[in-house]
């Protein structure tokens, strides 16, 4: 029993861990979803953002500069996306592909070049790398009986990011539905003319959607290196920037629901591995394949209206044009 | 801010896409520079690397095959008005299905029947997983953009899952299938040239290569020539006129990305066939996002499609050359490059436009047209 | 309610000119609006009345001419401006945000404070306030989308009254309501003129503006032709001055006996998205060697109509005979059979549905009839292209270009293309929407005197025309439509010019 508490607490545990980056990224994506641009260049910023708080921090030993240069990258590449996609119109499908396919290239190329290990950075110090909060007192709730595993060992003692992105749900909530910013733009990605007959721009909304989505994603970049793995290592997002967006589709576009997709695409991901060669009730054998893969199905089947209907801001992909 | 400018059809289809090109390559260059190599020299080696020697005129084309199938997969979708992402699943499945019927069968036939065999399979296979997301787009609404990405995830999994469980050869460390009979392989291009008494260096280059250029020109055919070719212009221009002509929009979407969905699974028969000869993880390679930035450069025309695949293959064997040559040089670079075609000549592709526009006026353009 | 003779009117625009390339769309107007009364604005289709309202809110700036509002000239460069000054307007197609409350939509864009909460609380208050003053009555929590479409519209006004607009425009704001609708608006308005509101009201409708109007200014092609109290006018004036002296009234009034009807439309019963109903019982035959021209202002269910004869749209009641063929809602026309059966279309937007602009003409030129160019699903593109030739010399269409973009011709041109495509096959019946417009002088002669020899060969035509020129030269027969139902159906002979006015305007019922 306490064995099988304690197996449920660490997969909390890691299900957190291995969840925070996708609930970054989910909530950049939603942020700038929901005023009407389509990001599928997360999987690039990603990269990119923890390239440059890998890059930065092994050079400077600095935290504070490591984040700032993730920060810088992440609104860079935002505002280059705002800059093809909503100043001139280009397809934003085709932007997000790009900023992707050029991100995985432009990693190695420079970490190489700077770092000359094939493409990984050197390991981050210590210094640098972020603490983990609470692990002592962590330890002494685990010893309570039934709760402690469950919350000592799942909930107490990781770093600050960790907590820091649940609190990150919580403020884009805020910011979405409880002040006017996030009203208008919510409502420059339903009906991007009527935001501009009442006198706002619709161009500095989605901008300011940019800019904020490029500051949320470039923290899921410098979690990868502060956080989980010490170094870049070359393609280390893996693919989580598109199960972002699945989640971020899953969870129709809300701030909570995309936590909860992402809360369930890093449990599956957490419990594969622990359910490796382990036969479930009237299943079976579950192979690993098949759990990575469900993130992707359930998309499919949500987007297909199996399980209920998506439905993607009105304005979505489309770029606003001033129509007379 | 940036307000549409009519270009004349020459410089829409020669001029812009050259100069978005020739941008991508000066950032690439940059780069290049900023990593402590001359853009130059690095230029001169790639040239040399992919055409300078026969080896590498067989492996810039071995390359140029895969991508002509992928460039032609996302155009034919492209002009139904579709954003064809799926073309890295859509090869999986299509050297999956390849793959799958050689293994069943390629000990009992011979070359004649088994090899059009995996053609079909991998066409039939490639064609399945895009007519999926199609039937979805069509008649559920879903994003075709959403429904093929994730389909690529399911793609890889369901290849990687059945390379570890069912297709392990016996007594193979690595996860890969058994090695096809000599059947289910494509002769190489070096084979068929000794055979004519021309020595040629063995490179990956085979016979998939003409499969390539046969289907480019179906394609033109097809797209230009044929009565479904016509309906899906339509459609992709103008939905509303194709409602209006009769033409039914949902069974011509499905069967584009079907088509679509076949011509990417050949890449199957160019890899699985044609140079490994058994399954293996990752044969496609990032082919299928090559794909998208062949056939923006190539203006969705096979024709171009074939001159910016053979762009591509040259870039990917220099750059395996200049890996090789040049200490610290990755082929990073080419996907790098590749990613910024994709941003210069897709995303950002008529942002020049109004500067080109006001080039031709400065220099007297268009006063003797209408 | 007695008007300050002395004030300062609330709107006064001097000469205003505005054009659109070769369209000349306001030409030296002179509106002059009193301060607290209910202005009618009346005329059809490009009349100019949009682009005037236009003006005033902003949308354009006009070429010429100047504006004063409550007696300060004004620089109106945008909506923003617009409002500033106290201008509301409400559009034809709602400016609103479906999946938000309507409290939230009347607050976007003027929130009082940052955060949600306490702005919502405010506004509420406001906005409660406002609607006890005005009667308008809205259900400030549900979403829009739940919302009925005469509900939306309150919301539109309020949410101008909300940013203290003084002076409301409305744009044709009774095309989606309902008789019961209508009349809660117009109570709405009175109320809001009482409390000193100024309001324009854009329409065509006669009986309206006669029921609530105190001032009314009439438009046609660009310039007022009459300007006058309601005291002083009536809806036969008003039907005059709207539709205007017709010299070319029967023109070929041979007496003409109509054949066999070819296709009997019953009782076209059609809803639109928004639950608005489009088409209400719309019952017509077409006979042979008969034009029927279908005038109306454009909106009424003209576009509809066509639609459904062409089987683009399959209406949710009704039936319709095509020869021996009958079809009912549930297995409609398609255009693919009505093709088949010698139904030729012109669409009323050529570009959008009568050719694919980027097509050379020659790919355009076999829109809808592949069949005849295609042996196992091979196209025969030289006998396209010479085809596309004939229809060029028999249509005088320039450039002689088969190989040249659809795009690159002249709206005349183009639309000639489209109808030589449509006639080649000789259709029997040949339906046609706007059949000059964009079109230019010498074009249209010619596009007449093809449809007249069509007609004297024995087929059926169907002219759908905002231009009532156009219905009077050409129709035999002329049918009215107004808020999706006939109105009224007259020989050319018997039609007036103040008969279809006072038909047109909804004057009859």
Not at chain 1, 41 to 46: C, H, P, Q, V
Not at chain 2, 13 to 35: D, M, S, T
């Amino acid at each position: 029993m306490d064995d099988l508490l304690l197996t449920f607490g660490t997969l909390i545990a890691s299900t957190l861990r291995v969840s925070v980056p996708l609930i970054l990224c989910a909530l950049a994506g939603v942020l700038c979803e929901r005023a009407g641009v389509i990001d599928l260049g997360l999987e690039g910023k990603m990269l990119l953002t923890a390239f440059a708080a890998a890059a930065v921090g092994a050079v400077s030993g600095s935290l504070p500069l490591a984040l700032l240069a993730a920060v810088a990258v992440g609104v860079a590449l935002s505002m280059l996306h705002g800059y093809a996609c909503v100043s001139h119109r280009g397809d934003q499908v085709v932007l997000g592909m790009a900023i992707t396919m050029t991100a995985a290239g432009l990693t190695v190329v420079l970490g190489i070049a700077w770092f000359g290990m094939g493409g990984q950075t050197p390991a981050l110090s210590e210094a640098v790398r972020l603490d983990r909060w609470f692990v002592d007192a962590g330890k002494s709730i685990a010893q309570i009986p039934v709760l402690g595993p469950i919350v000592g060992v799942g909930l107490l003692g990781h770093n600050l990011m960790v907590y820091g992105a649940f609190a990150l749900v919580a403020a884009v909530w805020w910011l979405l539905f409880r002040t006017r910013f996030g009203l208008r733009l919510r409502a420059a990605g339903e009906n991007p003319a009527m935001v501009d007959a009442a006198g706002v721009s619709v161009k500095a909304l989605r901008y300011q959607a940019l800019a904020l989505n490029g500051v949320v994603c470039s923290m899921a970049g410098a979690y990868l290196v502060l956080a989980q793995n010490p170094a870049f290592a070359p393609n280390m997002t893996a693919g989580r920037g598109y199960m972002a967006l699945a989640a971020l589709i899953f969870g129709k576009w809300h701030p909570v629901g995309a936590m909860w997709a992402c809360l369930l695409f890093g449990f599956l991901d957490a419990a594969s591995i622990r359910l490796q060669g382990v036969a479930l009730p009237g299943i079976g054998e579950v192979p690993v394949q098949a759990i990575q893969a469900l993130p992707y199905v359930l998309t499919v089947v949500l987007l297909a209206g199996f399980i209920g209907r998506a439905t993607a801001p009105a304005a979505l992909g489309r770029p606003y044009l001033k129509e007379r | 801010m940036s307000q549409p400018v009519e270009l004349p059809r020459w410089m829409d289809v020669l001029v812009l896409p050259a100069l978005n090109l020739v941008i991508a390559l000066a950032v690439a260059g940059v780069v290049v520079a900023i990593v402590g190599f001359e853009p130059l020299e690095v230029l001169q080696l790639l040239i040399r690397g992919a055409f300078g020697t026969p080896s590498g005129i067989g492996y810039t084309l071995y390359y140029t095959t895969t991508f002509i199938f992928t460039g032609l997969a996302v155009a034919v979708a492209f002009h139904g008005g579709l954003f064809n992402i799926g073309g890295e699943g859509q090869a999986i499945m299509g050297g999956l299905g390849a793959g799958l019927v050689a293994l069943a069968w390629s000990a009992h036939l011979p070359a004649w029947a088994m090899l059009p065999l995996m053609v079909l399979a991998a066409a039939l296979f490639g064609a399945f997983w895009a007519a999926v997301p199609g039937a979805l787009q069509a008649w559920r609404g879903s994003h075709i953009v959403i429904t093929t990405i994730m389909f690529n995830f399911i793609a890889a999994a369901l290849l990687g899952y059945l390379l570890v469980n069912t297709l392990k050869a016996p007594g193979n460390m690595n996860p890969e299938s058994a090695a096809f009979a000599a059947s289910a392989r494509l002769p190489g291009v070096h084979e068929l040239l000794a055979a004519l008494g021309i020595a040629w260096p063995r490179t990956p280059l085979n016979l998939s290569f003409v499969l390539a250029l046969l289907a480019a020109l179906a394609v033109y055919l097809g797209l230009w020539k044929s009565r479904p070719g016509y309906s899906l212009r339509a459609t992709g221009f103008s939905p509303d006129a194709a409602l209006y002509a009769g033409i039914e929009p949902k069974r011509l979407i499905v069967v584009a990305m079907a088509l679509s969905g076949a011509l990417a699974g050949m890449v199957g028969i160019n890899e699985i066939a044609g140079v490994h000869g058994r399954l293996l993880p990752d044969f496609v390679a990032g082919a299928g996002f090559a794909g998208i930035a062949v056939s923006l450069i190539g203006r969705n025309h096979p024709l171009g499609i074939v001159l910016a695949a053979l762009l591509f293959g040259a870039l990917y064997q220099g750059g395996a050359e200049l890996a090789f040559e040049l200490n610290g040089f990755s082929r990073d670079m080419v996907f790098m490059l590749q990613g910024l075609i994709v941003l210069f000549a897709g995303a950002m592709a008529h942002v020049a436009a109004p500067f080109l526009y006001r080039l031709w006026k400065a220099g007297g353009g268009g006063k003797l047209a209408t | 309610m007695p008007v300050n003779a002395t004030a300062s009117p609330a709107v006064a625009m001097r000469g205003i000119d505005k054009r659109f390339g070769a369209v000349h769309a306001n030409r030296a107007v002179d509106l002059t609006v009193a301060a607290g009364t209910v202005h009618g604005i009346v005329g059809e289709n490009g009349a100019g009345k949009s682009t005037l309202m236009s003006i005033l809110y902003g949308f354009y700036q006009a070429d010429g001419g100047e504006i004063e509002i409550e007696g300060r000239t004004a620089r109106i460069s945008g909506s923003r401006e617009a409002i500033s000054l106290g201008i509301g307007m409400v559009h034809q197609h709602f400016m609103l945000v479906d999946t938000l409350s309507a409290l939230d939509n009347v607050m976007l864009g003027a929130e009082p404070t940052f955060r949600l909460t306490p702005a919502r609380a405010t506004v509420r208050a406001g906005l409660q306030a406002l609607m006890d003053r005005t009667g308008l009555v809205v259900a400030l929590d549900a979403a829009v989308a739940e919302l009925p479409v005469g509900e939306r519209q309150r919301l539109e006004i309020l949410k101008a009254l909300y940013r203290g607009a003084r002076i409301l425009i409305l744009d044709e704001p009774t095309a989606v309501l309902t008789p019961l609708e209508t009349e809660q608006l117009f109570a709405t308005l009175r109320q809001l003129r009482e409390q000193g509101t100024t309001i324009l009201l854009i329409t065509h409708k006669l009986k309206e503006i006669m029921a609530l109007c105190d001032r009314v200014t009439v438009m046609r092609q660009g310039a007022v032709v009459l300007d006058a109290e309601i005291a002083d006018t009536s809806v036969d004036g008003l039907a005059e001055a709207m539709v205007g002296r017709r010299v070319n009234l029967a023109a070929s009034a041979a007496a003409r006996a109509p054949g066999e009807a070819l296709v009997r439309a019953r009782d076209l019963r059609w809803r639109d998205g928004l639950g608005v109903e489009r088409l209400k019982g719309v019952s017509l035959a077409l006979h042979r060697g008969e034009i029927v021209g279908v005038a109306g202002v454009s909106g009424n269910g003209q576009s509809e109509l066509l639609d459904a004869l062409s089987g683009l749209l399959a209406p949710q009641q009704g039936a319709l005979t095509v020869g021996a063929r009958g079809f009912t809602p549930e297995r409609w026309l398609d255009p693919a059979t009505a093709r088949t059966l010698r139904i030729a279309h012109v669409p009323e937007d050529r570009h959008k549905r009568g050719l694919v602009l980027p097509f050379a003409a020659w790919e355009s030129a076999v829109l809808g009839y592949l069949g005849r160019y295609c042996t196992a699903g091979w196209m025969q593109h030289p006998r396209m292209k010479s085809d596309t030739a004939q229809m060029m010399d028999a249509w005088d269409v320039r450039p002689r270009n088969p190989a040249l973009r659809s795009s690159k011709f002249s709206g005349g041109n183009q639309q000639k293309l489209v109808l030589a495509r449509e006639a080649l096959p000789e259709p029997e019946v040949l339906l046609v929407g706007q059949p000059t417009r964009g079109v230019d002088i010498g074009a249209i002669e010619f596009i007449h005197g093809r449809l007249r020899a069509m007609r004297d060969a024995g087929g059926a035509v169907l002219v759908v025309s905002s231009e009532l020129d156009e219905i009077l030269a050409l129709a035999d027969r002329v049918i009215v439509m107004n808020a999706g139902a006939i109105v009224g159906e007259l020989p050319i002979a018997e039609c007036s010019e103040s008969a279809l006015g006072r038909l047109m305007g909804g004057a009859v019922h």
